[in-house]
């Protein structure tokens, strides 16, 4: 595998600490910047990330290079985010982090878990009945599990070995959408982000891409 150069805006929160980590398990050279590192606040999730190989720079656009393989943003990034700018005037390919992730479990056997709610326990569930059984996969999450959790590692993100990737995706910016998994579990659906008619849509949108099986209600 190639080695890249990633780099992550906002990298403190949930979604992308778990990507920057999942990158860097991967080989790659991985950057990450954050407002609340730019204001000094030195959160235990940059203790962390740096002491896992994660380099943490200024919001300011120094950490990119016209080499380098994507900016990653997620729907929290501002357009206006003076690293989005650099990444344009540089022609650095900007990446949402979703689309980043899918790219990482393609060609591997993938289960996604969607819901309105609850997909952060059953992803956390599945990964340790997987790690349990001796399969050793890889997990994506929305949240830590303890089990997981080091001075090294936020315990979002499981690094495994083997062809099981399992991950949370999301249907609050549609997201979800940039996976095509083997399996699915979709945990519930109700009114949130979206009118209710308008959710049913979308995770059907999201079930007709699921290859092999979906687990959810009726």
């Not at 996604?112 to 349990?132: M, P, S």
């Amino acid at each position: 595998m190639q080695r890249k150069h990633y780099h992550l805006a906002g990298v403190g929160g949930v979604g992308m600490s778990a990507l920057a980590q999942a990158l860097a398990d991967e080989g790659h050279c991985v950057t990450g910047s954050d407002r609340f590192w730019d204001q000094g606040q030195r959160l235990e999730v940059f203790q962390q990330l740096e002491a896992g190989g994660i380099r943490l720079v200024r919001q300011d656009g120094s950490a990119l290079a016209p080499d380098t393989a994507g900016m990653i943003f997620s729907t929290a990034i501002e357009p206006d985010n003076p690293e989005m700018a650099a990444a344009q005037r540089l022609g650095v390919p900007l990446l949402h982090r979703a689309r980043m992730l899918a790219d990482l479990t393609a060609g591997h056997r993938c289960i996604a878990v969607a819901g309105t709610c609850g997909k952060t326990t059953v992803t956390g569930l599945l990964g340790w009945i997987f790690e349990c059984l001796g399969l050793d996969p890889h997990v994506v999450n929305g949240g830590a599990v303890l089990n997981w959790r080091t001075p090294q590692r936020v315990g979002n993100v499981r690094a495994g070995a083997s062809e099981w990737w399992i991950v949370e995706v999301d249907e609050s910016d549609r997201s979800l959408l940039n996976f095509d998994p083997e399996w699915a579990v979709i945990t519930n659906i109700s009114k949130d982000h979206f009118e209710l008619e308008e959710v049913e849509d979308l995770f059907r949108q999201f079930a007709e891409k699921v290859k092999k099986g979906l687990v959810c209600g009726e």
